[in-house]
T-cell receptor
Framework: SQTIHQWPATLVQPVGSPLSLECTVEGTSNPNLYWYRQAAGRGLQLLFYSVGIGQISSEVPQNLSASRPQDRQFILSSKKLLLSDSGFYLC?????????FGPGTRLLVL | DQQVKQNSPSLSVQEGRISILNCDYTNSMFDYFLWYKKYPAEGPTFLISISSIKDKNEDGRFTVFLNKSAKHLSLHIVPSQPGDSAVYFCAASARAGNNRKLIWGLGTSLAVNP
């Protein structure tokens, strides 16, 4: 069966510091991968998606970037965090119609 | 412009009764619809889906109804249980090149009272 891992679960970072969130998927090959953010009390905002290694599509202009160095690894990064980057970050995978989510990372930028 | 709308931010239901969560969409290109359930501080969990060629799909206590002419779908939970208390997201899917994107509603918070 497929599983998806995200770490860390919680992160507190100062403004201006770098960020690296990692997501890995097991049990499937060549999945589509997604990064979402959920701000407090809001819906899910798609940040990036990837249909293959090295292929990244950005949905919204922002302070973040994504990379897919391996088939089942998706990384969300920032060089300098802003206060507005605080939120709940979710990674998801799909091979067909439904998307399946990881446990999420709660990021607090102070 | 919100293409998928969940107009009720919250809903409160008595245990054992039916919960009905509603979702409206504007894009006629959507051909697949999904419902997700989300607990606080967890990722959304896929619940049930429906293709645009159907008008009903049932899975245990969960049934999704699709009315294409009205661009409306609903999720029925019967009987409702306290463990169903969560935020429910409606999502719609349309093909975008080699990928399928999900367009999400803002969610409805369901509280099932014992």
């Amino acid at each position: 069966s497929q599983t998806i891992h995200q770490w860390p679960a919680t992160l507190v970072q100062p403004v201006g510091s770098p960020l690296s969130l990692e997501c890995t998927v097991e049990g499937t090959s060549n999945p589509n991968l997604y990064w979402y953010r959920q701000a407090a009390g809001r819906g899910l905002q798609l940040l990036f998606y990837s249909v293959g290694i090295g292929q990244i599509s950005s949905e919204v202009p922002q302070n973040l970037s994504a990379s897919r160095p391996q088939d089942r690894q998706f990384i969300l990064s920032s060089k300098k965090l802003l206060l507005s980057d605080s939120g709940f970050y979710l990674c998801a995978w799909s091979t067909n119609l439904a998307q399946y989510f990881g446990p999420g990372t709660r990021l607090l930028v102070l | 412009d919100q293409q998928v709308k969940q107009n009720s931010p919250s809903l409160s239901v008595q245990e054992g009764r039916i919960s009905i969560l509603n979702c409206d969409y504007t894009n006629s290109m959507f051909d697949y619809f999904l419902w997700y359930k989300k607990y606080p501080a967890e990722g959304p969990t896929f619940l049930i889906s429906i293709s645009s060629i159907k008008d009903k799909n049932e899975d245990g206590r969960f049934t999704v109804f699709l009315n294409k002419s009205a661009k409306h779908l609903s999720l029925h939970i019967v009987p409702s249980q306290p463990g169903d208390s969560a935020v429910y997201f409606c999502a719609a899917s349309a093909r975008a090149g080699n990928n399928r994107k999900l367009i999400w509603g803002l969610g409805t918070s369901l509280a099932v009272n014992p």
